[in-house]
């Protein structure tokens, strides 16, 4: 079975700081990995996607995560804050052997200090 | 254009009622998804059907009953509703079985 572990359930940083959202993951094959963003009252839009291709994956609105299968982990970074980056943002996995089932972790939301 | 849609967007029932939420996607994705949104945003998948055909059932009771038309629609049936049942239901598509889903805004459910 496969789960994602996502620590911190809120975070807060100042504008221009570099925001740091942890992701792990829990997989018995190579896993697909997704961070994606809800705004509030909003559906979900994916902010990147790693699929075993390069493992730094570059998304949208300057966001980046870095793939590391030693440490198990997925965290997404983004080097400097902007206001419009308030929101929740949930990290997803898949292992895509015919079951294309997203577990989601719990979310992070993101609050930002101006 | 919207992506994927959902009507209605709010629904608020009694205890007991019978109510439908329907999506549809415009994408011409061959894969859609119903997922469950808790009062903790917890989500998890509920439904996902390939070309009309269902296959993946999660551990929902089964007064929650998908059904797809076609392939641009999945609509979601909830009998006899119940406080628990209160939350986000979320559609998604996507285009193959191993691509990313794109999902609809949401619909608000509250049961009273």
């Keep these: ?114 | 254009d919207t992506a994927v849609s959902q009507t209605p967007k709010y629904l608020v029932t009694q205890m007991g009622n019978d109510k439908s939420i329907k999506c549809e996607q415009n994408l011409g994705h061959d894969t859609m998804y119903w997922y469950k949104q808790d009062s903790k945003k917890f989500l998890k998948i509920m439904f996902s059907y390939n070309n009309k055909e269902l296959i993946i059932n999660e551990t929902v009771p089964n007064r929650f009953s998908p059904k797809s038309p076609d392939k641009a629609h999945l609509n979601l049936h909830i009998n006899s509703l119940e406080l628990g049942d209160s939350a986000v239901y979320f559609c998604a598509s996507s285009q193959v079985r191993a691509d990313t889903q794109y999902f609809g805004p949401g619909t608000r459910l509250t049961v009273l």
């Design chain 1, 1 to 114: 079975a496969q789960s994602v572990t996502q620590l911190g359930s809120h975070v807060s940083v100042s504008e221009g700081a570099l925001v740091l959202l942890r992701c792990n993951y829990s997989s018995s094959v190579p896993p697909y990995l997704f961070w994606y963003v809800q705004y509030p009252n909003q559906g979900l839009q994916l902010l990147l996607k790693y699929t075993s291709a390069a493992t730094l994956v570059k998304g949208i609105n300057g966001f980046e995560a870095e793939f590391k299968k030693s440490e198990t982990s997925f965290h997404l970074t983004k080097p400097s804050a902007h206001m419009s980056d308030a929101a929740e943002y949930f990290c997803a996995v898949s292992d895509f052997r015919g079951n294309e089932k997203l577990t989601f972790g719990t979310g992070t939301r993101l609050t930002i200090i101006p």
